[in-house]
């Protein structure tokens, strides 16, 4: 049975375009996210693995081989096991660093152009034969359903559909680093026609050629020869090499990295992948041996490789052979397809980019996407080329690929140093990287040129080691990966590591990286915008600055240092998906200079550390300890109830409380990472000029939302503790406390108030006393005036009627004055000389007014000239009160004395009295609100506290001396006005 050339290309074009409108629906969205991300579409798409070598070339090997075969898919099963620790370490750093290829990923790891040079040649070189493989099959196999076929129209026409559909698949786009999100969904219903295909197949071979499982039985029973010779191979022959390199290949070969990890959904996917992915290989492979037993009842001729379309083709079974046709066809232009994909761009941004082409006028997307078109186009061209160069030579489908396999393998000691060895250097993977290959290419790929096999000394060499000949796989992969691996590992011991390598290995090894230092010398994302047009070309560096910002959630209005060090960052990420990491390091580096003299933000110092402490899990011992006391004192700094705002060496905020946004009306967000002078005003000035003063407390007003306001600030300076003594001390950052006085002082100012009114009932008795002598002399000397003739007795008289009213005059002013000091509220009063003589003297006579029958005298020793700094009617109080306690306290006939004198810069005076003394258990509660030692209804308890509260205003002291029965002295020190100091 046959089929006419145009059916076969017919259908396979018609299957190629179904595999098509399900990528195209899916980036469409026509087809549900539910599907399109779901885990067991990701583990269908791994499917890709099995290419036409698995689904025609498996059986030819297992005529050979035997149940040998299975160990090409149980490493892939093995690889499944090491998810945890290969696949998702690899995954985590491809998404956080947009590693699209695993030449990025290895020229991140080890930097430099060379690295992403060389694995991009040894992947290319491993790739061609399985590309030529890929080729073979597709022509061999319409030979067999048609055998009058050209050869090489078949091949050329292979390559021009897959051209075509690659282009299609993954290079329609104007920016060539889109994700193709239906390109995994495609694959996943490629890899479903294969398994299906190769089930119904195998089902039908044991239902039509034996009869059933009956009849499978009993051929084999009749033919132990067939199953003994699956066996023999099996129990004979080291499973070890194919279990090595096809585990390495299950990730590692340029497809199944791309599909894992490059394509790979956003949710996690892997821990379905770890048994859906071994269970679609398992029911593959179900069918290999059927067919091969199937294929020897019939006695079909020529090689086992094809029995898959041999066996329905020859019991006349056109739509199973169509069927098994189709199944071929996906296996192979899947595998071409997603091979092109990842080692376009790959060769793109390692071996084009590297000359100079991303630097050439025009839009660059477009550029980059032509380039990648002709790439697709001349990969398929040179695989097709090694299918020529080989189609004589090679012994059957599985050669090409374990090839491949085999060169593959090579990159296994750098992964591992990758993950896992922080010492690796680039130097040593390269070196290993070289040996391996040469021994891969001089006795696997030159032989397979050839066709003569192994050279004699490499016989002699294998021969002496003991590996079995006639199979070249186990010999090579020993030899190379073990002078890989001295290699690698002796030169990475013999150099060290680069800064920028020691870098690298704490992200890949998922140690916690350094911070970075330096901070852009670009202001603003415009000068971004500046700086990346010549280098990336305008419309590039709009669309990359764009994305970034919006990633970030930053504006356009930006100024940060520590975001603006953010942005650049995350440009060089995304950059690294589009130009590798190499090419977008020196982009990124040239356009975007950092000054590594500038210190680092301190807030991005520990937005670092708390990402580092948030991504550690599991933390114990010391680090947990550390990380609890850290959030504690944290949050004691954003929950106090005033505010706190905390600062680095630069003056950038750190921290800024809720209390102080509430204040100020800032949020944090805006306002952590920029320094002081950056704030808007009044803060900006007010905490900058505070922040770098002399002082370590200052008292300010300021006008916030219409209303002035009284606000106290503290300031504590950090300095490094390890500092040596012998050293200047180095400001390492601040804390500013800003406490809002406004409605404290209004407050303080009301009690005040109601203090002197009650004062001042207190001495109206004594006021109505002192007010009425003189008024009784006034009105006896009135009325006597109207019978004086003699002029100069009226003169005289009138004399001391006015004595008398400038005598009222006085008392009256006094009280008045003292009664409505303070009634305006909170703000600051004003400050002048207040001479202390005649303060003293007033507070003595007011005090006296309130006290007239006490019958004690109050005597001043203050001496003339002596001034202090204050408030005269602040001041006034504080006496007024201390007086009126002491001659409370004093007995009838006593008196109360007033002490000052010069100390320094300040001025002391003393009140004392001769009373009874304060108790020593209530000496240091007197001066706390509403405490009194007086009976019921004599006292407030509120003077001695707005005593020392007006004492303390003035920048002085108060303190009590008392013993019980020698008296009570209390002292105030008060600023002294110096000779030339200002008022006001």
């Not at 002391?908 to 030692?933: C, K, N």
Request: proline share 6%.
């Amino acid at each position: 049975m046959t089929f006419e050339l145009g059916t076969l290309v017919i259908a396979s074009l018609a299957y190629l375009l179904v595999l098509f409108l399900i990528a195209y629906a899916a980036e469409r969205g026509l087809i549900p996210s539910r599907i399109t991300q779901h885990p067991l579409a990701y583990a269908l798409a791994l499917g890709v693995y099995a290419t036409s070598w698995s689904y025609f070339g498996s059986v030819g090997y297992a005529s050979q081989h035997g149940f040998r075969y299975l160990a090409i898919y149980l490493g892939a099963t093995l690889s499944c096991l090491l998810v945890p620790v290969l696949w998702r370490p690899m995954l985590e750093l491809t998404r956080r660093l947009q590693l699209t290829s695993l030449a990025d990923l290895f020229a991140f790891r080890y930097p430099g152009q060379a690295t992403g040079t060389a694995v991009t040649l040894v992947l290319l070189a491993g790739t061609l034969p399985y590309l030529a493989l890929q080729v073979r099959a597709v022509v061999e196999s319409a030979r067999v359903l048609s055998p009058s076929a050209s050869a090489t129209t078949l091949g050329l026409g292979f390559c021009a559909i897959t051209t075509v559909f690659s282009v299609l698949f993954g290079a329609r786009y104007v920016t060539p680093r889109e994700r193709h999100e239906g390109l995994a969904l495609a694959i996943a219903f490629e890899s479903l026609v294969k398994v299906v295909a190769l089930v119904l197949v195998g089902a039908w071979a044991v239902a039509s050629v034996f009869g059933g499982p009956g009849g499978l039985q009993s051929w084999l029973d009749a033919h132990p020869e067939a199953l003994r010779a699956m066996q023999q191979p099996a129990r004979e022959q080291s499973w070890a090499p194919m279990l090595v390199i096809s585990c390495a290949a299950a990730f590692l070969i340029p497809r199944q990295y791309h599909v894992a990890f490059t394509e790979s959904p956003e949710r996690d996917t892997l821990s379905t992948a770890t048994w859906a992915f071994p269970l679609l290989l398992l029911l593959m492979n179900v069918a290999v041996p059927l067919l091969l037993w199937a294929g020897l009842a019939l006695g079909l001729p020529g090689p086992a490789d094809f029995h898959m379309l041999a066996v329905p083709a020859a019991r006349g079974a056109p739509a199973l052979a169509m069927l098994a046709f189709l199944g071929g066809i996906s296996a192979s232009s899947a595998m071409v397809i997603v091979t092109t994909l990842a080692m376009a761009p790959m060769c793109l941004t390692h071996l084009v980019l590297p000359l100079g082409y991303a630097r050439s006028p025009g839009n660059l997307y477009r550029r980059l996407l032509w380039a990648r078109r002709v790439l697709i186009a001349a990969i398929i061209l040179a695989g097709y080329g090694f299918y020529l160069l080989l189609d004589k030579r090679a012994a059957g489908l599985v050669d090409l690929g374990l090839v491949a396999f085999v060169g593959v393998a090579q990159f296994i000691p750098g992964l591992l140093g990758l993950l896992f060895w922080s010492r690796a250097t680039r130097v040593g993977f390269l070196s290993g990287l070289a040996a391996g290959t040469t021994v891969w290419a001089l006795l696997l790929v030159v032989p397979l040129w050839s066709g003569h096999g192994l050279p004699p000394w490499a016989r002699s060499l294998e021969s002496l080691l003991g590996f079995a000949p006639g199979e070249p796989w186990g010999f090579v992969t020993f030899t190379s990966l073990t002078l890989n691996a001295l290699a690698f590992v002796g030169l990475s011991l013999a150099t060290r590591p680069s800064p920028e390598e020691a870098e690298a290995a704490r992200l890949c090894a998922r140690e916690a990286p350094s911070l970075a230092a330096g901070s852009v010398t670009a202001g603003s994302p415009d000068e971004f915008r500046r700086q990346l047009a010549p280098v990336l070309g305008p419309q590039a560096a709009t669309a990359e600055l764009d994305r970034a910002l919006r990633e970030l959630g930053l504006s356009e209005g930006e100024r940060r240092p520590t975001e603006l060090r953010r942005l650049r960052d995350q440009i060089e990420r995304n950059l690294s998906g589009l130009l590798g990491p190499v090419l977008a390091r020196l982009a990124v580096s040239e356009a975007l200079q950092v000054d590594s003299r500038a210190r680092t933000a301190l807030a991005e110092q520990l937005r670092f550390v708390e990402e580092r402490l948030r991504d550690a899990r599991g933390m114990t011992g010391p680090v947990r300890e550390l990380e609890a006391v850290r959030r504690y004192l944290q949050r004691i700094l954003e929950e106090l109830p005033v505010g706190a705002c905390a600062l680095g060496p630069d003056q950038d905020v750190v921290i800024w409380n809720e209390a102080l946004e509430r204040l100020s009306g800032l949020r944090s967000e805006e306002v952590r990472g920029q320094t002081l002078a950056h704030l808007p005003e009044p803060w900006g000035g007010l905490l900058a000029g505070f922040a770098s003063g002399p002082d370590a407390g200052a008292e300010t007003q300021v006008r916030l939302d219409g209303r002035e306001r009284i606000l106290r600030l503290h300031r504590s300076l950090a300095t490094p503790s390890e500092t040596p003594r012998e050293e200047p001390e180095q400001l390492q950052g601040a804390v500013l406390l800003v406490e809002d006085l406004t409605e404290r002082k209004a407050m303080d100012a009301r009690l005040a108030h109601q203090d002197r009114l009650a004062s001042v009932g207190r001495v109206a008795a004594g006021v109505a006393h002192e007010i009425g002598n003189p008024l009784t002399a006034i009105t006896s000397v009135a009325q006597n005036l109207r019978y004086e003739e003699d002029p100069e007795e009226i003169r005289e008289r009138v004399q001391l009627i006015l004595q008398q009213a400038r005598r009222i005059d006085a008392i009256v002013r006094a009280l008045v004055t003292f009664s409505h000091a303070g009634v305006t509220g909170g703000n600051n009063v004003p400050v002048t000389r207040v001479p202390l003589a005649p303060l003293l003297t007033e507070a003595a006579q007011l005090s006296r007014l309130g006290r007239k029958d006490a019958d004690v005298r109050c005597v001043s020793h203050c001496p003339e000239g002596l001034e202090v700094v204050g408030n005269t009617q602040r001041l006034e109080q504080v006496f007024v009160n201390l007086i009126t306690n002491a001659i409370d306290a004093s007995p009838r006939g006593g008196q109360v004395e007033l002490f000052a004198e010069e100390a320094g810069e300040q001025v002391r005076l003393r009140v004392v009295d001769q009373g009874h003394g304060i108790p020593p258990d209530l000496a240091q509660r007197i001066f706390e609100p509403f405490f009194t030692t007086k009976q019921p209804g004599e006292g407030t308890g509120l003077g001695l506290a707005l005593v020392s509260s007006i004492v303390r205003e003035h920048g002085g002291t108060l303190e009590v001396d008392s013993r019980p029965g020698a008296g009570t002295t209390f002292t105030v020190t008060l600023p002294r006005a110096q000779d030339q100091q200002a008022t006001g």
